[in-house]
């Protein structure tokens, strides 16, 4: 599995990964994913917002087990991020089919489409329609670098916008979702385990600084009579970084819009994209505000007008406790008695956060030994993986066997 999906959307330059939402490499992905469900006999189903479900048993019959992740990618991301629990998701079933698991509930393995928002500046669109967690009306007015809305690229890859929102009878037929990914950190690899159990996904959110100068002659322009909002922006990604650094939270810049973006020209607009994230809700607000706070003074310092818009926000997630203890049980169970599955939290966004809103969800951590995440070198050795994949099908046999 792993192999074959490799070569997908790989960009030759960079090594990296650009599978995004609705393109021809997002297709292939699909692709691959519904062969892997027809190959095992599974019943294929591409729903309203285009997540893709393999289901073992009868829907329809309720308290479904379900596993699973995504196959998008951020702009030259790695192989692991999504793709391992998709793939882990196939290698537990075939593992409980090895066994000769007999299945109480149904089980299902799931790809959430559009989960990195690396297309329309929103993630986990396919599951926040779902969830009614984005309306129809907003998920409509996303749009691509070039311009391009969700609906018209939905519609370009052969799936009905029109189909699009909120899916609750779907959500009522799942009992418990188990998301496996690899770790976007290194705690698994500090504290010495193969796996670990997610406890909560920290407030998350990404907010727009437009910074308005005015535009003029690099060449001719007194350093005195310019308006370079480039200055303003430089001071607040400094700004960000302090912040940041005093809450013990995190906070990037890593996306920047220039106009009218001239080697030889003063630019008329810096637009930057801060994300940031926090363990709570009050230490990131104490972030945000401080960085805003910063920038206003060095906006006014250079002529500077600043704008700042809040694009999405993500509160605290605490995965259900009793769906996270029984996972501990379970894993504990399986192994010696003084082998301790560790429970961390995390900076990421998931699938799984956003639906623990509407369902019970719980994640599995894959180590990774770098920590390194959203770029070419993420990675986790094979070893673990595998770990990975037996810890799973353990948790899936607990939840959804006899
Ligand atoms: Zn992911």
Known sequence: MWRELQPIGRHPGSGGYRRFAWTGADRDCRDWFEEQARTRGLT????????????????????????????????????????????????????????NAEFAKPLAIVNFGDEEGARFGLACVGSRLAAGELTVEAARQLRDGDGVSLPQAMEAAGHDPDAI????????????????????????????????????????????FDFRGEANHAGTTRLVDRRDPMLSYAETVLAARREAALAGAVATFGKIAVEPNGVNAIPSLVR????????DQATLDTVVSGIEKA??????????????????????????????????????????????VPVLGTGAGHDAGILSGSIPTAMLFVRNPTGVSHSPAEYAAEDDCVAGVTALADVLEGLACT
């Open 44 to 99: 294929y189903e591409l729903d309203r917002n285009g997540n893709q479900w393999a289901w073992l048993g009868d829907p329809a019959a309720g308290d479904a087990v379900v596993t699973g992740s995504h196959l998008d990618s951020v702009p030259d991301g790695g192989a692991f991020d999504g793709p391992l629990g998709v793939v882990s998701s196939f290698a537990a079933l075939d593992e409980l089919r090895s066994r």
């Open 165 to 208: 929102g909120a899916d609750p009878e779907r959500l009522a037929r799942i009992g418990a979702f188990v998301e496996l990914h690899v770790e976007q950190g290194r705690a698994l690899d500090l504290s010495g385990d193969r796996v670990g159990i997610a406890s909560a996904i920290w407030p998350h959110g990404r907010w727009r």
């Open 272 to 279: 930057g994209w801060l994300d940031s994230r926090a363990a």
């Open 295 to 340: 920038a206003r003074e060095y906006a006014d310092e250079h002529g500077v007008q600043l704008d700042v818009v809040r694009e999405s926000f993500t509160p605290v997630v605490e995965f259900e406790h009793a769906l996270r203890d029984e996972i501990a049980r379970i894993l504990g169970r399986e192994k010696e008695a003084d082998l301790k």
